[in-house]
C-alpha cells in the first residue's frame, strides 16, 4: 500500500510503503554547471536551476555528469550537508535534449560537442533556430551553411553529436529500465553503439564482459528489459555465478547440492527446478566434477586444473629430487657438523628437518612464532648450499619476502616476482616462468606458506623443475590465505608429504609476552595483560573503542616515538559496524591526514583518497605488477592520476584504477597475513561476536613485533580465544595427493 504521508518541498513527497520511508522526490532543470566529477565518473556535484523553484540548487549523484545546458529530470531525495548546506541527492539523472533557443546554445556552447565552442554555438542557434539540434543529426551537411564550417568540421561535428546522442540514447534505454547512470557509461564503453541490442538479447553477457558488472547488476538488467526469471540464460548464468561465490568463500569445490541449493537461494527460484539445470550442466560436461564416497563434488573449471596440477607436481616433485651420494647415512653427520659451526644445539624436530631437506623432494616446515622456523631454515640453507645447489628464497608477499631476506642475509622475492608476473587476470593469472621455462634453481625455500591459494601454488609448482627441492615454510594455525583452499593445512592432512612440525618454544616470558601469548591462544587459554608488549584495555561499547583508537593512534603512540601511519596497523575482524574496517578508516584519516589547502584529493564512492594517504591494493594486478595487500603511501594527485609509493617502486594509477585502492590505517585481520608491525592494535567488540574465532586473533597477534593493543569487552576476548570452529574448506587436494580413487 502506498501512503503520501507529507509535501514539504516544491515538486518533491514522501512515499512510505509499510512505515519504512523510500524516496521518490523528482526535479527538473537546466544544468547550470559541473561542479566536480570524479574522473571515473562515479561521482558528480552540478549546479541545476530547476524549473519550479528559484535560485540554483546543488546537486550529488553517483552517475557521470550531465551536460551543462542540458534538461534534467532527476528523482532522489532532499539532504542537509553539514558543510554545504541542502542538497538534492540524485539516484538517477534522466536527460532531456533542450528545447529552447536559448537552451540549445548554453548546450551546444558547453563544449559537449568537439568542434563548437560559444561564438560558433550562438552562429549556429542564430541561423537554424530550434531545428539545431535536429538539422546536426539528421543533415549535418547543412552546418556548411554557417560561416566557418567546412566539410571537415560538419564531419567532426557529425561524429561527435553520434557518439554523444549514442550514448544518451542507451542511458535514456536503461535508465528507463532502472540502470544507474554509471553502469549505463560502462556498458557502452563497452559495446558502443550495440549496447542496446546486447542489453536486450543477452544481458548476461555483461556479468562476464563488462568491467565493473556483475551478475547481480545483469540480472537486474535482465528483469529489467523483461527476461523471465526461468530463462535458460539466467538458469545458467545463476549456476556459474553461485560457483565462482563458493571459490570466493575460500572453497576449491562444492557438493552439487550445495551448489543447487546456493543458486536457487540467489536466484529465488526453486531447488528442484536448479537440480536439473545442474545435472543437465554436468551431463552435457559443462561443470568440472568429482565423484568421492557417493558425493558429486563441482569445481569452478580454473580451481579444478589447479587443484589437479598441485597434487600432481607434489608428488612428481617429492620422488625426483636430485639425488645425493650416500645421504642415508651421512645427513646425521652433515646435521652435527652444522650445529658445530654454528654453534647451536638443535632440538629434535629441528634436526629432523634439516636431515628431510637432505633426503625429499618436498618438505613441509611448520611452527608457531619462535620456535626456531628462521633457525632451522639457515640450517637447511646451509647444508643444500655445501651440495652445490643453487637456492632461490620467496614469500607471497612483499613484506614476507623482506623479512626473509632480513633473517637469511640472502636474496628473497615475491612468488609473483619469481614467477614473472605480467598481466592476465586475477584466476587466470599470466607468469613468464611455467613448466616451458621454469625457475633456474636446485632448491625453492617458500616462507608464510599459509598465505598461498591453489592457484598461486599451482602456478608456482609448474615453474618447479623436476629434481628441484622444494621446502613450504609455515605457521599451519594462521588463517588460510584470502583465495581458495588451505594449501598448507591440506598437504599436512594428506600424510603424502613429509612434515616437521616445531613445537617447543624457545623464546622465555619476559623476553616476549605477544609469542608467549599466540601460544597460548593458539592452544585455548586466555592470554596474559598488563606488560607493556601486551595490553589489553577494557572498554564498552564499540563507539568507545574507535575513540580510544583514534586517540592511541593521534596521540598516545606518537607521544612514544611510533610513527603511527607506519609502525601502527590497526587491525579489525570486520568492515561494517563502528570498530569496522570501513569506519576506523574514516576516523583515523581524519585525524592522521585530514584534508588542508594544497592537498589534493580525490572522491570515489566509498573513500576519499587524499596525497599523504596510507593505501593498500585490493586486488592482484599482474600487469602493474603491484598485488592484493601491498601497502604503500599516496605521493601525489594530479591530472586524474594518483602516484603511490609502494617499497619496491612507484605505481600510477589512471582513471578507472582507482576501485583497486583502499585505504590502509585499519585493515582486516585477513589482509595483514604475512606482515609484520612494530605495534598491532585491534578492537574486540560485542558486535564482532560471529568473527571471532581463535585462528583470527592469533593471526593478528602473531603480526606484532613490539606491542599488541587489545581493546575492547573481556566477553569479546573469550569468545574469540574459546572459538575454535573453523570452516571447512573444500578441497580433494589431500584426497589426490593420498592417491585415494575419486569416483
Ligand atoms: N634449538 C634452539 N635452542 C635454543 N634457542 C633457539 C633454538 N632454535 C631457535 N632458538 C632461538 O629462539 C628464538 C626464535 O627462533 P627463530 O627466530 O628461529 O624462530 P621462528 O619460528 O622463526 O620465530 P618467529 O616466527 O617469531 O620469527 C631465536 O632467538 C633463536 O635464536
Not at 273 to 299: C, P, W
Not at 413 to 442: K, Q, S, V
Request: include cysteine; proline fraction near 4%; aromatic fraction near 6%.
Amino acid at each position: 500500500m502506498l501512503l503520501r504521508i507529507k509535501k514539504q518541498e516544491p515538486m518533491f513527497g514522501y512515499i512510505c510503503v509499510l512505515g519504512v520511508r523510500i524516496v521518490e522526490n523528482k526535479l527538473e532543470g537546466i544544468v547550470e554547471n559541473i561542479t566536480f566529477q570524479a574522473v571515473d565518473g562515479s561521482f558528480t556535484v552540478f549546479r541545476l536551476k530547476p524549473g519550479s523553484e528559484s535560485g540554483i540548487v546543488a546537486v550529488t549523484g553517483n552517475f557521470p555528469p550531465p551536460l551543462v545546458g542540458e534538461q534534467v529530470t532527476l528523482t532522489g531525495e532532499w539532504v542537509e550537508h553539514t558543510r554545504y548546506g541542502r542538497q538534492f541527492k540524485a539516484v538517477s539523472c534522466r536527460r532531456i535534449a533542450p528545447t529552447s533557443e536559448k537552451g540549445i546554445e548554453r548546450f551546444l556552447a558547453s563544449g559537449a560537442i568537439k568542434g563548437i565552442g560559444p561564438a560558433m554555438a550562438d552562429r549556429l542557434v542564430k541561423h537554424f533556430g530550434l531545428r539545431t539540434l535536429e538539422i546536426i543529426e539528421l543533415s549535418p551537411h547543412r552546418l556548411a551553411e554557417v560561416e566557418g564550417i567546412g566539410s571537415k568540421k560538419v564531419e567532426q561535428i557529425r561524429k561527435s553529436f553520434a557518439e554523444q546522442s549514442e550514448l544518451k540514447e542507451v542511458m535514456l534505454y536503461l535508465e528507463m529500465h532502472g540502470v544507474s547512470g554509471a553502469y549505463a557509461a560502462r556498458i557502452f564503453a563497452c559495446y558502443g553503439s550495440d549496447s542496446v541490442a546486447i542489453v536486450e538479447a543477452d544481458p548476461y553477457r555483461l556479468a562476464e564482459e563488462v568491467k565493473g558488472i556483475g551478475f547481480r547488476i545483469a540480472d537486474q538488467i535482465a528483469m529489467a528489459v523483461g527476461f523471465d526469471r526461468g530463462h535458460p540464460s539466467r538458469l545458467a548464468a545463476g549456476v556459474q555465478f553461485a560457483l565462482l561465490m563458493t571459490g570466493q568463500a575460500g572453497h576449491c569445490c562444492v557438493p552439487a547440492e550445495m551448489l543447487t541449493a546456493e543458486t536457487a537461494k540467489l536466484l529465488h527460484l526453486d531447488a528442484a527446478e536448479i537440480a536439473n539445470v545442474v545435472s543437465e550442466q554436468i551431463r552435457l560436461g559443462k561443470l568440472y566434477t568429482e565423484d568421492f564416497h557417493g558425493m558429486t563434488l563441482v569445481y569452478p573449471r580454473y580451481l579444478y586444473r589447479a587443484e589437479k596440477q598441485v597434487a600432481e607436481r607434489l608428488l612428481r616433485l617429492k620422488d625426483k629430487a636430485k639425488p645425493i651420494d650416500d645421504i642415508d647415512s651421512q645427513s646425521q653427520t652433515l646435521v652435527d657438523s652444522w650445529e658445530a659451526s654454528a654453534g647451536v644445539t638443535l632440538a629434535v624436530a629441528q634436526r629432523d628437518a634439516l636431515a628431510a631437506a637432505l633426503c625429499h623432494g618436498v618438505l613441509v616446515l611448520t611452527g608457531g612464532p619462535g620456535t626456531g622456523k628462521t633457525t632451522t631454515v639457515k640450517g637447511i640453507l646451509a647444508l643444500l648450499e655445501q651440495q652445490g645447489f643453487k637456492i632461490v628464497l620467496g614469500a607471497p608477499t612483499g613484506r614476507a619476502a623482506k623479512r626473509l631476506a632480513e633473517t637469511t642475509g640472502r636474496e628473497a622475492a615475491t612468488i609473483h616476482r619469481l614467477l614473472e608476473a605480467g598481466g592476465g587476470l586475477e584466476e587466470d593469472p599470466l607468469f613468464a616462468r611455467g613448466e616451458d621455462n621454469p625457475l633456474d634453481a636446485d632448491v625453492v625455500i617458500v616462507d608464510e606458506t599459509s598465505m598461498m591459494d591453489m592457484v598461486l601454488m599451482s602456478c608456482f609448482l609448474q615453474a618447479v623443475p623436476d629434481g628441484c627441492r622444494v621446502v613450504l615454510v609455515g605457521d599451519v594455525d594462521q588463517l588460510p590465505a584470502v583465495g581458495p583452499g588451505s594449501v598448507l593445512k591440506d598437504i599436512i592432512r594428506s600424510a603424502a608429504i613429509p612434515v616437521v612440525r616445531l613445537i617447543e618454544v624457545f623464546r622465555q616470558a619476559g623476553e616476549s609476552m605477544i609469542v608467549l601469548n599466540a601460544h597460548r591462544i593458539n592452544r585455548g587459554h586466555l592470554p596474559e595483560y598488563g606488560s607493556l608488549d601486551f595490553q589489553f584495555r577494557e572498554l564498552d561499547g564499540s563507539e568507545a573503542a574507535a575513540q580510544a583508537i583514534v586517540e592511541l593512534c593521534q596521540n598516545e603512540l606518537v607521544q612514544e616515538g611510533f610513527d603511527s601511519r607506519r609502525d601502527v596497523q590497526v587491525l579489525s575482524p570486520m568492515h561494517r559496524q563502528p570498530c569496522g574496517v570501513e569506519n576506523l578508516n574514516r576516523l583515523l584519516q581524519a585525524a592522521l591526514n585530514p584534508p588542508v589547502d594544497g592537498k589534493d584529493y580525490l572522491q570515489g564512492v566509498n573513500q576519499v583518497l587524499r596525497e599523504g594517504d596510507k593505501v593498500m591494493q585490493i586486488r592482484n594486478n599482474y600487469t602493474k605488477r603491484v598485488f592484493n595487500g601491498d601497502i604503500g603511501y599516496i605521493l601525489a594527485i594530479a591530472e586524474g592520476k594518483v602516484l603511490v609509493r609502494y617499497p619496491e617502486e612507484d605505481i600510477v594509477y589512471d582513471k578507472g584504477e582507482y576501485d583497486e585502492l583502499t585505504l590502509a590505517y585499519a585493515m582486516s585481520v585477513h589482509k595483514s597475513q604475512g606482515s609484520e608491525y612494530p605495534v598491532v592494535v585491534m578492537p574486540l567488540t560485542p558486535g564482532h561476536h560471529i568473527m571471532l574465532q581463535r585462528n583470527l586473533l592469533y593471526t593478528a597477534v602473531t603480526r606484532a613485533k613490539e606491542r599488541v593493543i587489545l581493546l575492547g569487552t573481556r566477553a569479546a576476548l573469550n569468545t574469540a580465544v574459546m572459538s575454535d570452529r573453523t570452516r571447512r574448506r573444500y578441497s580433494l587436494l589431500a584426497e589426490r595427493l593420498r592417491g585415494e580413487s575419486l569416483c
